[in-house]
């Protein structure tokens, strides 16, 4: 709006108080200061002190730490493939691929070879399986091995190359359990141990399946024993005893004629002999149903004399051997 004054309040600039150089207070430079309030040469001063104050020579501990460090070393690729260096880790689990069919089979057989050709080495075969039970209709029970880990079994031992290509080349093992070495010129499967972590799980969860195997075998029992009307009724202590084959074993296949000829070899060793000078029966032939005495036999032309009376006069006749039996009574 015309007419209208605009009033401007003037404020005096602020004194600063600048003190004398007489009156200047002495500079006192202490550890416990800031950081921030130093200067370089000062901080360096201070860090010199604090090494002087050390008993020990900041110098010497670093060449003790450069020391014990250890150095790192440079190995070849032809290192890796070398087997022999499995010896440097001591005793270790090992996993070995075998047979799903036949690997507690192979298991066996393996520490059996290996205690015979390698007797100095020290070693523990494992095959982790759980053994079931089942009672039968006869009365009998079968126990039935049935693998935790098909196709896979433990070694421990200290692995060596003639050790490793012994096991790998055995009969029903596929190799070790592993990872591929090498480079382009050359690869191989080098065994890779299991951890004792790793292992001790595996004992553990074997010894727990076949405690629920057995817990289930027991029930199993018992409904039995209730439902034959014997709930009373003690169950078996020694099962060893009762243990038969799951499998059964097979009997060998004859054909008719090998039928045939064992029949007749069997009713051979029954059948009496004939005796000169005992009753025979005349079974064939014109004289059939009569009875008399063997005198004279003939092997070779298998020819026989009988005496025996027909119509009460005796005769003397000659017949085949076929034709007559001897008596019995």
């Known amino acids: ?50 090494r002087e104050s050390n008993a020990t020579n900041w110098k010497e501990e670093v060449e003790n730490k450069l020391i014990q460090k250890t150095k790192k070393v440079n190995k070849s690729w032809k290192d890796e493939l070398n087997l022999d260096n499995l010896m440097k880790l001591g005793p270790q689990w090992w996993g070995v691929r075998v047979s799903r069919v036949k690997g507690q089979y192979t298991a066996e057989a393996l520490a059996r070879s290996l205690a015979k050709f390698f007797p100095d080495i020290e070693f523990k075969v494992y095959a982790p399986a759980i053994h079931e039970k089942k009672r039968l209709k006869s009365g009998s029970i079968s126990v039935k091995s049935k693998p935790l880990f098909p196709g896979c079994i433990f070694l421990r031992c200290e692995l060596n190359k003639p050790l490793h290509d012994y096991i790998k080349e055995y009969e029903g093992v596929g190799g070790f359990i592993g990872s591929k070495v090498g480079n382009t010129k050359k690869q191989i499967n080098k065994p890779r141990p299991v951890a004792e972590d790793d292992m001790e799980a595996i004992f553990k969860q074997a010894k727990v399946e076949q405690e629920n195997a057995d817990k289930a075998f027991e029930e199993e029992e018992k409904k039995a024993a209730v439902n034959s009307g014997n709930p009373n009724k003690e169950l078996e202590s020694d099962v060893s005893k009762a243990i038969v084959d799951s499998k059964p074993k097979r009997g060998s296949r004859k054909t008719s004629n090998q039928l045939t000829i064992t029949e007749e070899a069997s009713s051979a060793k029954k059948k009496p002999k004939l005796v000169t000078g005992s009753t025979v029966q005349i079974i064939s032939g014109s004289f059939l149903g009569f009875a008399g005495t063997l005198k004279k036999l003939n092997s070779k032309t298998k020819m026989a004399t009988v005496h025996f009376t027909m119509f009460g006069k005796e005769n003397i006749v000659d017949l085949d051997v076929s034709e007559i039996v001897p008596e019995t009574n």
């Open 1 to 50: 709006m015309k007419g209208m004054l605009t009033l401007h309040l003037w404020n005096p600039p602020p004194r600063f108080y600048t003190p004398s150089l007489s009156t200047k207070p002495p500079l006192s430079i202490s550890a416990t200061s800031s950081p921030e309030l130093l200067t370089a040469k000062e901080r360096r001063r201070l860090r010199n002190e604090r």
